[in-house]
């Protein structure tokens, strides 16, 4: 700074006595005032900077002291378990958030009125007594199922701590687990016994009769099909449930699925004298997903299209593309048959795994109930979605809706 203010000075000395070297005196001076300019709105800068630093310090330091029960406070409501201090005549003393979210206004009220559970009382009374820890599971069936996993901690002056995990999420995969494992028993078991029933027959009573015998080798050559399709859906089922979060990126033609279907002769088509119509669409645009995976939904909605609607009917296969705002960016395939239909109530089951509707059962229709499974979770892993319309003996319509490949930014 002291070296510019010189410079500064000289310049103006300059002037004034030579005249004549006006035009040096004037550079020097410019560049002086320039550099002067510079490192004067440096200094501002600095000590805006240095203004800023001492306020926000004042700010820490008149702000509240973060002391050790406002962290146990937040820690406490961090918790994603029900938290419940419930003093000596059981009332709810305090509670955490997650517990305040689900109970509602708990706190002053009596816990029985919250918790019903058989023994609670007696295991806050033992635990309380003997001062260790109890624990009890309990479930709920209104307004929705739910189980519970409690866990009783006693505190001092008779008060006691409640932590309620909620497992019920856990439980639900749990039965879904074992359901599953029993119906796949189940329906394998079933053409199994079948099967070995007519072995021996066929090596006792029927020895001696070869058109016995050829009408039980077909049987069983139905039932090992059987087997082999059900083996086969639980292949498919338990592999696409691996991928469903990997969605499929290539460039599908929903078109070329509909001509290898039209290409392929249908024999339960032929023998129900179907009037099919696959009505492909040149204008509709490409699809985000994979061409076997979609051939799959298709196939099986096609399928089954067939085998549920009445002898002498129509199926329709057509394709769309959505301009509404809400399913914009999408390709709709619609599969359409005059069928059996599917009850209101039963409509949102039909994707559930071994799920068949009585319907369906009792018109005798042959099937594993994975069929609609599979088509659900391709459709998941795609991020697309399905669509069932259906009128009871009038017929349903499935539409698939999947993304148009666009490329992604
Ligand atoms: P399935 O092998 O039994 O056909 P799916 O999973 O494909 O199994 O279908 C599940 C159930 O949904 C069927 O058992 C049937 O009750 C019902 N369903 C599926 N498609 C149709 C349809 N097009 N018309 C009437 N009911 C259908």
């Given at each position: 700074m002291k070296?510019?203010l ?17 035009l ?38 008149s ?9 146990e ?15 000596s005549f059981?009332?709810i003393?305090a ?8 109970y509602?206004?708990?706190?002053g009220?009596d ?18 007594n003997?001062?260790i ?12 199922y739910s ?8 505190l ?6 409640l ?8 439980k ?37 009769d ?11 050559q139905?039932?090992a099909?059987?087997?082999?399709i059900l083996?086969s859906d ?9 991928q ?12 070329e699925i509909?001509?290898s ?16 119509k ?7 645009p ?12 298709v ?15 129509a199926v ?17 395939i ?12 039963e ?32 459709i ?8 069932i ?12 809706h999947?993304?148009i ?5």
């Open positions: 070296i510019i010189i410079f500064n000075f000289l310049a103006l000395v300059l002037l004034f006595f030579f005249g004549k070297l006006e040096i005196s004037l550079v020097i001076l410019c560049i002086s005032n320039s550099a002067l300019l510079y490192f004067a709105s440096k200094i501002k800068d600095q000590k805006i900077k240095r203004k800023k630093n001492t306020e926000d310090l004042n700010v820490i330091n702000s509240k002291v973060f002391t050790a029960e406002d962290l406070n937040q820690l406490i409501n961090q918790i994603e378990d029900y938290i419940l201090f419930i003093n059981n009332t003393s509670a955490n958030q997650a517990a305040k979210s689900y509602g206004d708990v706190i009220k816990l029985s009125s919250f918790i019903r559970a058989p023994d609670l009382l007696d295991k806050i009374e033992n635990s309380r003997r001062r820890n109890e624990y009890l599971e309990f479930e709920i069936n209104l307004p929705t189980f519970f996993r409690l866990t009783i901690v006693p001092s002056q008779k008060n006691v701590l932590v309620v995990k909620d497992y019920t999420d856990f639900k995969s749990e039965k879904l687990r074992s359901d599953f494992v029993a119906n796949v028993s189940h329906e394998l078991k079933t053409p199994l016994v079948s099967i070995k029933g007519f072995l021996e027959t066929i090596s006792s009573s029927a020895k001696d070869p058109v016995a015998q050829q009408k039980f080798i077909k049987i069983m139905e039932q099909d059987k087997m082999e083996i639980l292949m498919s089922l338990s592999r696409i449930e691996m469903e979060h990997v969605q499929p990126n290539s460039k599908v033609n929903i078109n509909f001509e279907l039209e290409r392929m002769p249908n024999k339960l088509a032929e023998k129900k004298c179907l009037d099919i696959i009505v492909k669409n040149d204008t509709i490409l699809v985000r997903g994979d061409y076997d995976k979609i051939s799959e939904v196939q099986n909605l096609y399928d089954n299209a067939i085998k549920y609607t009445k002898d002498h009917s329709e296969l057509f394709l769309h593309k959505n301009e509404d705002k809400l399913l914009k960016g999408s390709v709709s619609h599969v359409k048959d005059q069928g059996i239909g599917i009850p209101k109530d409509i949102h089951r039909v994707t559930e795994r071994f799920f068949r509707t009585a319907n369906a059962k009792k018109n005798l229709i042959q099937g594993t109930g994975l069929g609609l499974a599979i088509v659900k979770h391709i998941n892993q795609h991020r697309g979605d399905l669509e319309n259906s009128r009871l003996n009038e017929g349903t319509e499935f539409i698939v999947l993304p490949y666009e490329k992604k930014d």
